[in-house]
């Protein structure tokens, strides 16, 4: 399928499925330590929600469940076997919504679908008020969407044909300047262009440009291109797409550079041999903006598109989500913030923990990516990503 691109493929041993890319989920596992799995099958359940499944990335034995706290599922692992095969679906025989809604959840699908606001899987029953796919990624060192989807045009088309059935509401593609993209004929797909800097590539950029929420109890759902791909791979092939692109960067990295890799795949396999200092950081994101991974999570993420390593001395000790230091305002900050968005309000109203402020000030649109960039920006240090999330959690129990 991407055979034109002539990306490097790396092979490892174990990959996993990660509790925290789930939020909202109270998991049921389906298998236990030492079961085989075939690929694409029904690994997870949501214990509440029980239409929502959540499948094995790879075939393999269970080798590991970790848990943490509060028995909180941090990562199911899997020693991988990829002579178990995967689980084969039938296209659904009608294409209404009910039976193309069973499908999606049948298969998994549905679970890579996130709402805004709160980041959640949406509800099976829900309706939203748009649909948007981001075709676009501008975090620095990331892998170019361009070339991928259209190596895997077909499969991308017949995905969003698909989705764009399940619901009475537009879907938008969010796609870069001079990539044209163009479906079959249809008054629900919009195809929208967006420039700019990191923040062009964000769903809460297109999310307020396209379809504000947060005063009216709405939602949206956003998807990601990769996984419109594995979509219409299913569609098209009856079996789930079991790899990814991903780019590898930062300091430590001695040779950067994007990679095709299992779903899932266990990073410290992955870094072997690619980097420069064994004290490196190892973060899910871009080396500017990217996340420090815990030693049990070192797993790819549902949606993470890039990996990197960075020199010990080049990340902070700590990840505060809060800081004593002061908020300076600055110009800087005003450049990164996301479109629409007051950038020293939000900041201060999501340091005082003022909720309602930050409500009010465009937090139900936003999620910890899009406020990566004042973090980093900040003579504060703060962590304005977790600060969010403490907000959003509180506006999702009143709501």
């Given at each position: 399928m991407l055979e034109s691109l002539n990306l490097e493929t790396r092979n490892v041993s174990r990959t996993a499925l990660l509790g925290r890319d789930y939020r909202g989920v109270n998991f049921e596992v389906m298998y236990a330590e030492g079961d085989q799995v075939q690929a694409g099958a029904v690994l997870l359940r949501d214990v509440r929600r029980r239409d929502i499944r959540i499948c094995a990335p790879r075939a393999g034995k269970i080798e590991r469940i970790v848990r943490g706290p509060l028995r909180r599922l941090v990562a199911v692992q899997i020693e991988m076997d990829d002579d178990l095969g995967s689980v084969s679906h039938e296209n659904p025989s009608n294409q209404d919504r009910g039976t193309l809604r069973r499908f999606l959840l049948e298969t998994g699908v549905w679970s890579s679908l996130r709402t805004r606001p709160f980041d959640n899987i949406p509800h099976p029953d829900a309706e939203p008020g748009a649909i948007f796919i981001t075709a676009l990624d501008n975090a620095p060192m990331a892998p170019e969407p361009r070339p991928i989807i259209d190596a895997c045009l077909d499969e991308f088309r017949a995905a969003i044909a698909l989705l764009s059935a399940i619901s009475a509401a537009p879907l938008y593609v969010c796609h870069a300047p001079g990539h044209a993209l163009t479906f079959t004929e249809s008054a629900d797909i919009h195809c929208v262009p967006f420039s700019g800097g990191y923040s062009a590539g964000l769903p809460g950029t297109h999310i307020h440009a396209l379809c504000p929420i947060g005063f009216d109890g709405g939602e949206v759902w956003h998807l990601g291109y990769q996984d419109v791909i594995a979509l219409g791979h299913l569609l098209l092939h009856g079996a789930p797409w079991l790899q990814r692109v991903i780019s590898l960067g930062g300091n430590a990295v001695t040779n950067p550079r994007s990679l095709l890799l299992p779903v899932g795949a266990s990073i410290d396999e992955v870094?072997?041999?690619?980097?420069?200092?064994?004290?490196?950081?190892?973060?899910?994101?871009?080396p500017i903006y990217g996340r420090r991974l815990a030693a049990s999570e070192r797993f790819l993420g549902a949606r993470q598109r890039q990996i990197s390593a960075l020199e010990g001395a080049a990340v902070d000790a700590g990840d505060a989500a809060s800081s004593n230091a002061p908020l300076i305002p600055s110009e800087q900050l005003e450049r990164v913030a996301p479109p629409g968005i007051y950038a020293v309000p939000?900041?201060?109203?999501?340091?005082?923990?003022?909720?309602?402020?930050?409500?009010?000030?465009g937090a139900l649109e936003l999620d910890e990516e899009d406020l990566a960039p004042l973090s980093h920006a900040c003579v504060s240090g703060s962590d304005y990503g977790s600060l969010l999330r403490r907000v959003l959690e509180q506006l999702e129990g009143a709501h």
């Open positions: 870094l072997l041999g690619e980097l420069s200092d064994s004290r490196s950081a190892i973060l899910a994101g871009s939000l900041m201060r109203a999501l340091q005082l923990g003022d909720v309602e402020r930050a409500r009010q000030l």
